[in-house]
């Protein structure tokens, strides 16, 4: 059974590599239904439902990727990659609220844990920097927590997972959660500098 599982993530990630999205789906979903419990398995199957979400427009294909995160946070739920995508699925489908009292459920079992404080904490900054951006475009500037958590943070951590990812055809996994904690980083800068620019432009008027 381990050996045709490892054949069928092979085929995906072939075609995935060559860009083969829905062929890539097929083969990971083969592999899931030998072993429903594979976390590389979820964890390959919900990036190309992420991958599929994004460039369709369509929010079933990320409940589907949320969906398999969260079976894969169940097979090893030490694993921060996980919950950060986890986490960035939950911010697109709307569910960080539902998502953090979770995490205030499983401190109250497992007080002090890293883990799950490291988690809230970035769930607090996105939810944040969003609040911020809709209430505040004429008063806007960026808090000193969320300058570093971003630039000390976000950044480094997408910068270091995206080489370890180039390590071994095994650590390739890491990286899109790598290039997508680059992206939120980016687009925390811009959304910075436009609401940076607006305040100097209404001072001027």
């Known amino acids: 059974m381990e ?23 097929k083969e990971y979903r083969f592999a899931l239904n030998l072993k429903p419990d594979s976390q590389i398995a979820l964890m390959k199957l919900g990036i190309v439902y992420d991958i599929k979400g994004s460039r369709e427009n369509n929010n079933v294909f990320f409940k589907l990727a949320y969906d398999s995160f969260r079976k894969a946070v169940l097979s090893d739920p030490r694993n921060e990659t996980l919950h950060d995508y986890l986490m960035l699925l939950a911010s697109k489908l709307n569910v960080l609220g ?6 205030k459920e499983k401190l109250k079992n497992t007080p002090g844990d890293k883990l799950y404080l490291g988690c809230l904490k970035k769930i607090s900054a996105t939810t944040l920097l969003s609040v911020s951006v809709l209430a505040n475009k004429d008063k806007y500037k960026p808090s000193l927590v969320l300058r570093i958590f971003f630039d000390y943070s976000i950044f480094p951590s997408s910068l270091l997972t995206i080489y370890i990812s180039f390590m071994g055809e095994e650590l390739n996994v890491l990286r899109l959660p790598g290039i997508a904690m680059l992206l939120i980083f980016i687009g925390y800068k811009c959304v910075t500098f436009y609401l940076l620019n607006l305040k100097k432009s209404l001072t001027l008027k």
Request: proline share 0%; glycine share 6%.
């Open 3 to 25: 050996e045709s599982l490892e054949k069928y993530i092979e085929a995906g990630d072939k075609y995935f590599n060559a860009g083969a999205i829905d062929a890539a789906l």
């Open 98 to 103: 539902e998502l953090t009292k979770e995490y």
